[in-house]
């Protein structure tokens, strides 16, 4: 598979190093569950640099939105957030359905505003390597299964030269939406 042509490990690296440059600090000070918020003292801007970097890195789209926001749009308002902004019980489950017991925990009834404060190297790891993970079999412009990395520049067909078509990390959370839905998933709302 095309996406193994990057490992974890490798995304990681890149992770930390995006996050350090973007915050100016050492590469050291970044471990896999530091909070970008927290521990990090990462503003909204800096979410925004450490989300290019990352792009130009990878010749990826990172996520515009966040995925409880992905919930509302998809399963209707109200799903993943009541109305005083805090989360439902359909947000714990679906969380959790998504980011596994090795994620961060959310509780129903905490407030939304608390969630970007959960964001850490990890998740950054994980939309990265989903995205990278949507590199199709063959190139679509040549038809060969050509795809290669040359040390630090994105997957590219060894064939004729093409970028790797990867899905928008955007359409990557609906994807996982619209499949969690058809496999049963309760999205119901909290009653
Ligand atoms: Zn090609």
Known sequence: MAESLISP??????V??????????????VEPDSSLIRDLAAESLDFIDINFRLEQRFNVEMPRK?????????FGE????????????????IWNARL?????????????????ALVTPRTLVMIVGEILAT??????????????V???????CGGCGAHAPLLA???????WLEDFRARGGSVSRAS
């Open 100 to 116: 596994g017991s090795a994620g961060p925990r959310v509780h129903a009834g905490m407030p939304l505003d608390d969630v970007p």
């Open 78 to 93: 109200g799903t993943a957030i009541d109305e005083s902004g805090r989360l439902t019980e359909a947000a714990v489950t």
């Open 16 to 29: 930390q190093k995006a996050i350090a440059d973007a915050l100016q600090i050492s590469e050291q000070k």
């Open 135 to 148: 590199c199709p079999a063959t190139c679509p412009s040549c038809g060969k299964a050509a795809w290669a």
């Open 9 to 14: 490990d490798q995304i990681y690296r890149e």
């Open 169 to 175: 990390g955007d359409d990557v959370i609906r994807r």
């Open 150 to 156: 040359a040390d630090g520049s994105p997957i590219t």
């Open 66 to 74: 966040y995925f409880l926001e992905h919930v509302e749009e998809l």
